[in-house]
């Protein structure tokens, strides 16, 4: 019998909804049960791969090709269990698959409603694809008191009564602000956001209050009268230094003995989270430290490369050591005299991103890891942009470019119309919709035997995660292996390059694909692992 717990915010957003369902989905798993994690997002895009990273920060890629909310990652990342289309849903994809009911004539002629139809529609997704979890836990995206909210809320409503307490908790994720002039909390506001709650029919059971000060007992029991909830539900969820010590922290405030009191589950074992407590040990304790220059275009706004600081965070857990990492846009190394900005890092990565804005300032930056020898990681745009820069530089293709800025005369990247995905063939045009026409999900490789990857991964046969348009054109593979460059990785068919190493250098590594999505802190990536570990030497010798 699967139980669902339905996990709300209010007051304000970036609460850290998501980081608590993956906190508290480890804390169920710990306690030998099995868990499912879901985002429901109230925007009307059918999913975030065309919207801006400033607007909606990274795009978390499945296995199966969804193109899905960040919060995803923290539940892959918090509890290993590998996440599915059917794990993020938005109102753009719930009013699609409405609406294309209608069009059928399902609804027999009927007034199609917000209510039944857009909410049954809703309780199918939540409901769907879960009987093999003791806890299927969903959060609502936004913050209670959004109209775009409303149709989900009341769904999770309807939920709550079909279902029954036995089967259904309600979490409200909070915020008590300290006001420093008084040197006091303030617990109005998740009084007012209660309410907001209440309003629309659903009464929480258990509070989750963020705050930079500790709650005391008398402000916990006077949130638990206001709110209507017992005081040891009203759970403390102060600021930490790494995302890793909330599930203990949670732990130590009584999370999930809370949870499980209310389905009745007492005698569940006890976690252990030994595990845990290393990992954050090796975070807030390593042996040194280590800095790596991520070049980017979407550096003011970190949330675009969430993934990617985690990875390379489980990089330095695996090597014990601290990575720190120096943020730099990639525009500003289009101007002369600036790459002395590199001088001062161990390691050098380039992460994904689209259009031209800043693509010289890559390829620049990928020639200075080139030319002096630093550790040079390059995913999928950095691959390409690594890839143009040796082409220019090494194999005298002074016109090389991608065909995604335009028409160049040597298009070393351009656009794939065709490709195979399993027994099934994916096309592609210039003309097609951008959203769900990139290469998407889980890829085979190939690794090329006696190359570094090859050792580094230890197989011959590799599963990664792609998301992007563009490939690189495997015609000018024999100019530039003639020039050093080694195609160490390629798709079954040969067609599709997917890695590139450069020889007679410490590490220099492009992947067409996004490693940091399979990171997570109990199995740091390969990839990040042995990248990291190469800065560390790189950093001996600065």
């Excluded at 638990?224 to 790494?242: E, G």
Aim: charged share 25%; with cysteine.
């Amino acid at each position: 019998m699967t139980r669902f717990i339905f996990i709300t915010g209010g007051v304000v957003s970036s609460l850290g909804k998501g980081l608590c369902s993956a906190a508290l989905g480890a804390l169920l798993q710990e306690r030998r049960f099995g868990v499912r994690l879901r985002k429901l997002d109230p925007y009307l895009n059918v999913d975030p791969g065309t919207m801006s990273p400033y607007q909606h920060g990274e795009v978390y890629v499945t296995d199966d090709g969804a193109e899905t909310d960040l919060d995803l990652g923290h539940y892959e990342r918090f509890t290993g269990v590998a996440t599915r289309k059917g794990d993020n849903v938005t109102s753009g994809q719930i009013y699609s698959k409405v609406l294309a009911r209608e069009r059928w004539g399902d609804y027999l002629g009927a007034t199609v409603q917000v209510i039944p139809h857009v909410t049954d529609a809703i309780k199918e997704f939540v409901t769907a694809g879960v009987e093999d979890a003791d806890f299927a836990v969903c959060e609502i995206g936004g913050t209670v008191g959004d109209i775009e909210s409303l149709p989900f809320l009341e769904a999770i409503r309807q939920l709550g009564n079909e279902l029954g307490r036995e089967r259904c908790l309600f979490m409200h994720v909070t915020l008590l602000p300290f006001m420093r002039v008084a040197g006091e909390l303030k617990t109005k506001p998740t009084q007012h956001s209660v309410k907001e709650l209440q309003s629309v029919g659903i009464s929480p059971d258990v509070l989750v209050c963020r705050s930079e000060q500790p709650i005391s007992v008398e402000e916990r029991r006077k949130i638990a009268l206001f709110c209507n909830v017992h005081p040891d539900s009203v759970i403390q969820a102060l600021d930490s230094d790494s995302i890793y010590a909330v599930p203990r922290d949670y732990h130590e405030q009584g999370l999930d003995r809370q949870v499980l009191k209310h389905f009745g589950l007492t005698e569940a074992p006890q976690p252990s989270l030994a595990g845990w407590d290393r990992v954050v040990q090796r975070v807030r304790a390593p042996d040194g430290s280590v800095t790596i220059g991520v070049v980017g275009k979407y550096t003011s706004l970190l949330d675009a490369y969430k993934s990617l600081g985690e990875a390379l965070t489980h990089g330095g857990i695996a090597n014990n050591v601290r990575v720190k990492i120096n943020w730099l846009d990639s525009e500003i190394f289009e101007k002369d005299g600036q790459l002395h900005e590199l001088e001062q890092v161990a390691g050098i990565l380039i992460p994904g991103g689209f259009g031209e804005r800043g693509a010289e300032g890559k390829v620049r930056a990928a020639g200075f890891a080139r030319e002096r020898g630093v550790p040079y990681f390059g995913i999928c745009f950095g691959m390409q942009m690594a890839i143009i820069e040796v082409a220019r530089s090494l194999a005298g293709i002074e016109g090389a470019g991608s065909t995604e800025f335009g028409p160049c005369d040597e298009p070393l990247v351009g656009i794939l119309t065709e490709w195979t995905r399993g027994n099934q063939v994916e096309r592609r045009s210039n003309d097609s919709d951008l959203g769900g026409t990139m290469r998407l999900g889980a890829y085979p490789c190939n690794l090329v035997p006696g190359s570094k990857v090859r050792q580094i991964y230890g197989t011959a046969l590799i599963h990664e995660r792609h998301r992007h348009r563009y490939e690189v054109n495997v015609n000018y593979r024999k100019c530039l292996e003639a020039a050093g460059l080694r195609f160490s990785g390629m798709s079954p068919d040969g067609e599709l390059p997917e890695i590139v190493e450069l020889a007679n250098h410490p590490w220099f590594v492009g992947v067409q694909f996004h490693p940091e999505l399979k990171s997570k802190p109990f199995e740091p990536h390969p990839l990040f692992t042995d990248f990291v570990r190469a800065a560390v030497k790189q950093s001996r010798l600065m």
